[in-house]
């Protein structure tokens, strides 16, 4: 029988450990790595060498999305499949962009996760379809590439300075793109401008 190698990245613990117990109660599955951190997926990945990366979409260090794009790039052999609590269709659109194979809610059955990663390592896309058919139905993201990396970083708590710092911007530039960032939302301000995008899965 041929084993499938899981690599599992998911921050709560308890969580984790319950996915591991499940996946490894099939014979065919087994969990060769975890990790509690997404900057963790792609070095851990390129020692471990597993054939499906199971990750959380909400990680500390990098989030899930950005950590499954870079371990496309860096290990196209390892197939990734998402697992999130919110089926926002901005989100499924940013994983189809990422290149991830699977795309799959937390509260699935059990025997959906194994299933699903089973049909990921064989090749095959795993959504569901009421995500796939809202994700199409849904409006596209109206920032820039740079207004939604401004976003991000404002959402986590950085102000223009740091945020200037951190993309090697000026402070007055930041500032310009968030006016733009709000215009375009149709936001009344910079905190309605997060709410609207993280509701519409447009940033982590």
Known sequence: MLLIKILLAEDVHMVRGALIALLELEQDLQVVA?????????PTALQARPDVAV?????????????AGELHERAPECRTLILTSL????????????RVSGFLLKDSPPSRLAQAVRSVAAGQRVIDPELALSAWE??????????????RLAARGADAVEIADHLYLTQGTVRNYLTAIVDKLHARNRIDAIR???EAGWIP
Not at 34 to 42: E, F, H, N, Q, Y
Not at 55 to 67: E, F, H, N, R, S
């Open 55 to 67: 990750i959380d979409i909400d990680l500390p260090g990098v989030d899930g999305l950005t950590a």
């Open 196 to 198: 609207i995008a993280e």
């Open 87 to 98: 089926g926002r269709p901005g989100t499924l659109r940013r994983a189809m962009a990422a």
């Open 138 to 151: 849904a409006p596209d993201n109206p920032l820039s590439p740079r207004e939604t990396q401004v976003l």
């Open 34 to 42: 975890s990790v509690a951190r997404g900057d963790l997926i792609v």
